[in-house]
């Protein structure tokens, strides 16, 4: 491998905890694996549950006794554009432990990587004109009612490992900006952008407790979800993992937003070109390995369709260069883990045993030894009742389902455990708009995969709860509260805060 592989860390071996950096009180380090070589790419410090106490009680101080929650909004937008700032700062460190720890390739990491900061930079103008306070009519006999949103509180903030730095932001942004502090616990497998944000938070002397990293595998998760001290979870990772969490929050009544796991659909419509359908399906497939959440891993086709579509997008991701992430013409690295290679590989034996008609892939690339590479893969001739139909591969597996007509294709879309993202492909926006309004799911685009953050993203069903990004994505870290006044307040005078 050419690529770069010096981790950029400046302090991998402690935790960010009330604006230091510290040692894991067990003592342990987690070993990062570089999931094209097999090799150690960095050790990170090993937080537990003392050192998860330890976080939430700097987040709890500085939420009761801090000055954060008691900023104007537009003083924490402010913070907000330097955090931003120094975020930028470090985009080419963002962009080279993204393919080191999880297998993107580095061309879409860089072009990725200066876009961090937007999140921060788009939260800090939403806080600016959010309105935190509104006069409302009231029934209630007194002179002024006001519908007052405040900071739900301490914020725990989980992420997964295939695309840590976006999904943090998605977090940690909207959470600073309604006034609550976080502790973001990163994934064991790619801890280094939660590290970076708080090299990041740290080089702008962010308040201490405002921003508390660790880096912990999945017991210190199930101690912050349970700790009384953390008002709420912000969590993505699977569905399984999501239920979990949920029930732990619920015996305590813990607020919570999830984006969780997703099988979408790309409905192809009798008008639209197979050609074409295939060939955009096939220019996002081989993103991040498949490894997206959004991705849309089936395609449901017209009967009479079915053949040439599974042949043009065969022909499509036959043709994807499998390899080195570093090297610029690589289109598609590794899977992020040895675990995950297991699991995708044993969803392709499941489909063949099934009956389903493998086109392409399905194997290790012949020229790769090493690494926890897969080729693209499609399968024809899948039953839509088949686990490769049903279940989450993430990974770079399509699976295409013939359907004898529109209304079959929207049934088969549906009946989905999950609701994250849809795709309808045809010429007519009419039609387009009609069946997006049938699909069950949070995003539903038109002849493409297509995300808008700055609106909102979630799902339907096992896909999630809550949305993220956008003004949707403010409104889970506030508490709504009515106050009925008999005059106006001077505070009042000073505009939304």
């Known amino acids: 491998m050419t690529g770069p592989n010096v981790s950029p860390l400046a302090h991998p071996d402690r935790l960010y905890i009330g604006g230091a950096w510290v040692p894991a009180s067990s003592g342990r380090k987690i070993r990062v694996v570089n999931p094209a070589t097999e090799e150690t790419y960095v050790e990170v410090a090993e937080a537990d549950e003392n ?10 101080e500085a939420f009761d006794n801090g000055p954060w929650p008691r900023l104007s909004p537009v003083e924490r937008a402010e913070w907000l554009r330097r955090l931003a700032d120094a975020i930028d700062a470090r985009a080419d460190d963002f962009s080279t432990v993204w393919p080191n720890e999880m297998g993107i390739v580095h061309a879409m990491a860089k072009a ?35 519908l007052v949103r405040e900071p739900v509180g301490v914020v725990g903030a989980i992420v997964p490992w295939n695309a840590p730095a976006a999904l943090a932001a998605l977090k940690v942004a909207p959470a600073l900006a309604a006034g609550c502090t976080v502790v973001l616990k990163a994934s064991p497998e790619a801890p280094s952008h939660a590290l970076l944000l708080a090299e990041a938070a740290d080089s702008i002397d962010l308040p201490p407790g405002v921003l508390n990293v660790i880096t912990a595998d999945r017991d210190a998760s199930e101690a912050m979800v349970r700790d009384e001290r ?27 937003t999830m984006e969780l796991g997703g099988k979408s659909a790309a409905i192809i419509l009798d008008d639209y070109d197979v050609e074409a359908a295939a060939t955009a399906l096939a220019k996002r497939a081989p993103d991040m390995t498949g490894q997206v959440c ?24 036959a043709k994807v260069k499998v390899g080195d992430p ?16 297991g699991l995708v590989e044993g969803f392709i034996s499941e489909a063949r045993a099934s009956g389903a008609v ?29 686990s490769i139909a049903c ?12 359907a004898d007509s529109e209304e079959d294709a929207v049934r088969i879309a549906n009946a989905s455990r999950y609701g994250l993202n849809n795709a309808v492909f045809t010429n007519d926006v009419d039609r387009a708009y009609r069946i997006a309004r049938e699909l069950r799911s949070g995003t539903v685009g038109h002849n493409a995969q297509r995300l808008d953050f700055s609106i909102a993203f979630g799902g339907f069903k096992r896909s999630g709860v809550g949305r993220e990004g956008g003004v949707e994505g403010l409104l889970p870290y506030l508490e709504s509260k009515t106050v009925l006044l008999q005059d106006r ?3 009042l005078a000073g505009g939304n805060n």
């Open 391 to 402: 279940e989450e591969v993430f990974g770079p597996v399509l699976s295409v389902i013939a």
């Open 326 to 341: 570093f090297d610029p013409a690589t289109r598609m690295g590794p899977l992020a883990t040895e675990r995950q290679r």
């Open 112 to 146: 990725m990587a200066p876009g961090f900061s937007y999140t921060y930079r788009s939260y800090a103008q939403i806080t600016e004109r959010f309105a935190f306070v509104e006069e409302h009519p009231t029934i209630s006999g007194a002179k002024l009612g006001l």
């Open 51 to 60: 050192d998860v106490a330890r976080a939430v009680a700097a987040a709890r």
């Open 230 to 256: 953390v008002d709420k979870i912000s969590f993505t990772g699977s569905s399984v993992a999501g239920c979990r969490i949920a029930s732990l929050l619920g015996g305590r009544m813990a607020r919570y």
């Open 358 to 386: 493998l086109a392409t892939g399905g194997g290790r690339p012949s020229h790769l030894e090493r690494g926890f590479f897969i080729e693209p893969t499609v399968f024809g001739h899948v039953d839509p009742a088949s």
């Open 294 to 317: 959004a991705a849309l891993t089936r395609a449901i086709v017209p009967r009479a369709k079915h053949d040439a579509f599974v042949e043009a997008l065969a022909a499509a991701l």
């Open 489 to 491: 307040p001077a505070a």
